[in-house]
């Protein structure tokens, strides 16, 4: 067998500048955003100039979400760039659309407040996308934007969406798997590889992540014995824009790895170059997003990206003093009333105590070392590396022994977590590992799929 290279990139959110992301109404919008949103016509022209001068692959696959929210003007815009890309190069684009990019109200924003830019429809994405994967497969299933496209003589992939006319992240229906199943057993007949892509996760990238709905593939269970039983180990993912690497095993006995990668246009920005050495073997290599063309105050694009996470951390923190109704229609909880003062004196404490005091409160031993940090500015680390991935607070550091010592504290009266499809999980493994990686590396990665 041959071996193989490509790049990977996912979320690319591509939005087309003139349209407008500037004014008062941006920015609160903004407070509340971990991707980019004006900068990203400039880092996705970044990303391609990258990948146009690199000589290390030919091959680019997208997955999914290609558009900020499916403006019909960025879908123009960025698949005139691919093309243009392609021309030039020579290199194969293999995409995938999801939710962001069939929409029919997308917005902007300008001076005068919240535009209304013309959308996109579900079947218009075959006509700007089709020289990038569709038109080139040896199979494809126009209702589902799905196909088989054959990567060299050894390896195909099968490119998986479950977003359709009807709606956005559905399960897979029994016909749909009949066609997966059906496409890897002929890559078996014909003595070939397949590995997989979609947008949205099959594992959660993180164990907390299991708890929430659009975090990972409906049905996720059924789609992997699917895959994993019919010889396909390893799926390429985005959607929930963090960094992981994941593995499980079906009843069976079957590996599955799902590699997720951070948003082109947001942290954490990243991008993979895959070599697939042989059927057992796949190596990850992890690249951050080159630097890009805007005003950054003189930071680096990478601290730049960071800023505009961290932002969003401390907005939310923030508003549990600030303006509690607006912190629960984020967080999905039902605001009452008469949750506002309490909330708001939380707030407050939230956005002052130290880890010291916090552990004299809780009877919690903290290290001299970190008595003085504040734990918002904590919590704001923390969040962040759960989507950075390869989290660092792990046993015998200083920050991961007082927060497993909180978790400790918290078991005995929340013992369990229901996942969002019906698992259940031990309270305090669940979050020891989703503030610590005591697994594969997030970002490079030799992978045994056999």
């Known amino acids: 067998m041959k071996e193989l290279k490509f790049f990977l990139i996912t979320d690319t959110h591509y939005f087309k500048n003139s349209l407008g992301a500037y004014g008062e109404e941006y920015e609160r919008f903004m407070d509340y955003e971990q991707k980019c949103f004006a900068e990203t016509q400039s880092i996705n022209e970044a990303v391609f100039d990258y990948l146009s001068k690199s000589n290390e692959a030919d091959i680019i696959l997208i997955a999914g979400d290609l558009s900020f929210n499916g403006e019909k003007e960025s879908h123009k815009a960025f698949s005139a760039m691919l093309k243009d890309f392609k021309e030039k190069t020579g290199k194969a684009i293999y995409v995938v659309t999801a939710g962001h990019d069939a929409n029919k109200n997308p917005f902007a924003f300008d001076d005068t407040g919240r535009l209304s830019p013309e959308g996109t429809a579900f079947e218009e994405l075959y006509d700007y996308y089709r020289d990038f994967g569709y038109d080139q497969s040896i199979e494809f299933n126009r209702e589902h934007m799905s196909y088989v496209a054959e990567l060299s003589?050894?390896?195909r992939l099968l490119v998986i969406c479950n977003d359709t006319a009807e709606g956005n992240n559905k399960e897979?229906?029994?016909?749909?798997l009949a066609w997966i199943r059906s496409q890897a057993q002929k890559a078996q007949?014909?003595?070939?590889?397949?590995i997989a892509m979609e947008h949205y996760p099959v594992l959660a990238g993180q164990p907390l992540l299991n708890l929430i709905p659009d975090a990972r593939q409906k049905g996720s269970k059924k789609l992997i014995e699917t895959l994993a039983d019919n010889g396909v180990h390893l799926i390429f993912t985005g959607h929930m824009h963090n960094q992981s690497i994941n593995v499980t095993e079906t009843q069976k006995g079957n590996k599955f790895y799902d590699v997720c990668t951070g948003s082109a246009i947001g942290c954490p920005a990243f991008m993979r170059l895959v070599t697939v050495k042989d059927e057992s073997t796949v190596e990850i290599k992890s690249i951050p997003v080159p630097e890009f063309e805007w005003d950054k105050d003189g930071k680096t694009g990478e601290q730049y990206l960071q800023d505009q996470f961290d932002r969003m951390i401390r907005t939310m923190v923030s508003s549990v003093e600030n303006d509690p109704e607006r912190f629960c229609g984020k967080v999905g909880l039902k605001?009452?009333?008469?949750?506002?003062k309490p909330m708001r004196m939380l707030g407050r404490k939230i956005s002052t105590?130290?880890?010291?005091?916090?552990?004299?409160?809780?009877?919690?031993?903290?290290?001299?070392?970190?008595?003085?940090?504040?734990?918002?500015?904590f919590a704001v680390n923390i969040v962040r590396s759960v989507f950075a991935g390869n989290q660092p607070y792990?046993?015998?550091?200083?920050?991961?022994d007082v927060i497993l010592k909180l978790f400790r504290k918290i078991r005995p009266f929340v013992k369990t977590f229901?996942?969002?499809?019906?698992?259940?999980?031990?309270?305090?493994?669940?979050?020891?590992?989703?503030?610590?990686?005591?697994?594969?590396?997030d970002y490079n990665a030799e992978l045994n799929l056999k």
């Open 153 to 155: 003589e050894d390896i």
């Open 172 to 176: 897979y229906d029994e016909e749909f």
């Open 189 to 194: 007949a014909d003595g070939k590889m397949m």
């Open 335 to 340: 605001f009452k009333p008469a949750m506002d």
């Open 353 to 377: 105590v130290t880890l010291g005091t916090l552990g004299k409160l809780l009877f919690i031993k903290v290290d001299e070392s970190i008595k003085s940090v504040k734990f918002a500015d």
């Open 394 to 400: 792990v046993e015998g550091t200083p920050e991961g």
């Open 418 to 441: 229901k996942g969002s499809q019906g698992e259940v999980f031990d309270s305090y493994e669940l979050l020891k590992h989703t503030v610590g990686n005591y697994g594969i590396d």
